[in-house]
């Protein structure tokens, strides 16, 4: 999502003067919409391609029509959901779980064991496109033991089994037969969840509507429309008319929000960093000084200040926010002096135009950032300048989604995190069996002290053996690069005034996760 050199004002100065300009017809017609129904419009940041939890992570949608055998709390905690009480053997290998008996399909036939297995099967399959196989790999068997009773055996202790099955699940009676990938019940799906599908609109909105069938407790909102308005500037513009009543917002858009506004801000702490992911199938990052080097010369408290206006936290790690934390503050310090001399022992020296050589080749590669998301090719332009000081020529190229191929890219302006278990954007980014095409280790890393210990951790049934591991973890990646840390955001949720039930929840990557209560969502 490639952009031209960041400027702070631009979005400050580019709203301001969209709001002298008369009200826009979209206004009219929320107003209209709101006089008749309880409606909530969502401006997402792209458009929806299909609905289906086993084809994709971190889609809010997928939530409402779906659900799972758990979800999470405000606090992150995991707890009942579909099924509404669990056993775990002694030896923790295996799982039992009693499903609801008054959960059902939209088309009123029951959500049953048989339909648990069939979705996890399908995320097992090889033929299946999904980027989270690699969170059910230690399931060794799944039997639908009775309508109501599932059994799930594990080949190892598993503990984040019970937080990966917070996945929706889906109906067996009408895609056994399909082809899970291409299956017209991806533009049309059946579900299970508090919405379910009204209209998918030519021009890729969505509108979801209550859905008197589901089990739990009944949303105050009568639909939820996703209407997808890529453009940040578009949707604050919006927020302002009152076209579209939820939407993320940019952190230098902040001056622009003024109290009269019809919209607030809600600024929801994340697990969601930025980083620069280095590519490992080039030579320039083979040696750990040259990844360290760029670690030190990065001012991620200017970053924060600067380009964040205070809108988040520098970045220490992939584990932040997790009860398995512990920060390398030394590593990710800045040190640009030491940046020097790692540099220097690794054979770089500069050339005749400042830039470093080594072997007669420049210190020079491309640094990817996709153009519809401001922050990340402000980072790529900082990180470039920061970067320049030590003779280190990095090129900003923002790109649109569909020009990016990242595991091409030289580096890549990367987004991950997660405010669940530990294990979760751990293991299937920086675990080299997580390698190949639709897998999340896009940058090729490999470090065999790692995956033995992503490994350990992952089926240790003892958490302080568990917190323990992930700290050796971190020390390894700190020392042994795959990527340059930069930055946790906040999540700045632009939010219509009328609408209440927005929780103070720890938020995903990019943010994900906002709508987790949506049954507790109004609009006055």
């Avoid at 059910?136 to 190892?156: C, D, G, P, Y």
């Avoid at 990065?298 to 205070?310: H, N, P, T």
């Avoid at 500069?350 to 080594?358: A, E, I, Y």
Wanted: proline content about 6%.
């Amino acid at each position: 999502m490639p952009i031209k050199k960041f400027k702070s004002m631009f979005f400050s100065s580019f709203i301001t003067s969209m709001l002298l300009l008369p009200g826009c017809s979209g206004e009219q017609a929320s107003s209209n919409a709101s006089a008749t129904k309880k409606q909530l419009v969502y401006g997402t940041e792209t458009e929806i391609e299909k609905v289906n939890p086993v084809l994709n992570e971190n889609q809010e949608i997928d939530s409402l029509l779906f659900r799972g055998l758990t979800k999470p709390t405000e606090t992150n905690e995991i707890v009942p959901d579909l099924a509404k009480e669990w056993q775990i053997s002694d030896d923790h290998l295996t799982y039992t779980f009693i499903l609801r008996d008054d959960a059902k399909w939209e088309d009123d036939q029951p959500v049953t064991a048989e339909d648990v297995k069939f979705t996890l099967d399908k995320v097992r399959d090889p033929k299946t496109n999904t980027p989270i196989a690699g969170d059910f790999s230690e399931i060794k068997l799944i039997e639908a033991v009775k309508e109501n009773e599932v059994r799930i055996t594990l080949r190892n202790p598993f503990p984040p089994l019970l937080d990966k099955l917070k996945i929706g699940i889906l109906p067996k009676h009408l895609l056994q037969d399909e082809d899970i990938n291409k299956t017209d019940f991806n533009q049309h799906p059946i579900g299970n969840g508090p919405f379910k599908l009204k209209e998918w609109g030519g021009d890729h909105t969505i509108t979801l509507e209550r859905n008197d069938k589901y089990y739990g407790p009944k949303p105050k909102l009568e639909e939820i429309v996703f209407k997808p308005v890529p453009d940040p500037n578009t949707r604050a513009l919006q927020l302002k008319t009152g076209e579209i009543d939820l939407a993320l917002m940019e952190p230098s858009q902040m001056k622009s929000v003024k109290k009269q506004d019809r919209f607030t801000v809600h600024s929801l702490s994340t697990a969601d960093y930025r980083a620069v992911m280095y590519n490992f199938r080039k030579p320039l990052f083979a040696d750990t000084k040259v990844r360290q080097a760029m670690n030190f010369a990065v001012d991620r408290e200017a970053i924060v200040k600067g380009l964040l206006f205070g809108k988040g936290e520098p970045a220490l790690g992939p584990l932040q926010v997790s009860w398995a934390d512990a920060p390398q503050q030394e590593m990710y310090s800045y040190q640009p002096e030491m940046a020097k001399a790692l540099l220097a022992e690794a054979g770089w020296k500069k050339g005749s135009d400042g830039v470093l050589v080594r072997d007669g080749k420049r210190f020079e590669f491309e640094l990817v950032a996709p153009i519809t998301d401001p922050v990340r090719t402000a980072l790529a332009n900082v990180v470039a300048e920061q970067l320049k000081s030590l003779g280190i020529a990095v090129t900003p190229k923002p790109l649109d989604w569909s020009a990016i191929k990242i595991d091409q890219a030289d580096a890549f302006v990367i987004g991950w995190g997660s405010e669940f278990d530990p294990d979760d954007h751990t293991f299937r980014i920086f675990h080299s069996s997580q390698i190949g095409d639709g897998l999340y280790n896009m940058g090729a890393y490999q470090n065999g002290k790692i995956d033995k210990l992503l490994t350990q951790a992952r089926i240790s049934d003892d958490q302080s053996e568990r917190k323990e591991l992930y700290k050796q973890f971190q020390q390894e990646l700190a020392a042994d690069p795959s990527f340059n840390f930069l930055v946790y955001l906040d999540a700045l949720y632009g939010v219509n005034k009328k609408v209440t039930g927005i929780s103070n929840r720890t938020l995903g990557h990019h943010g994900f996760g906002v709508l987790w209560n949506i049954e507790e969502w109004d609009k006055k």
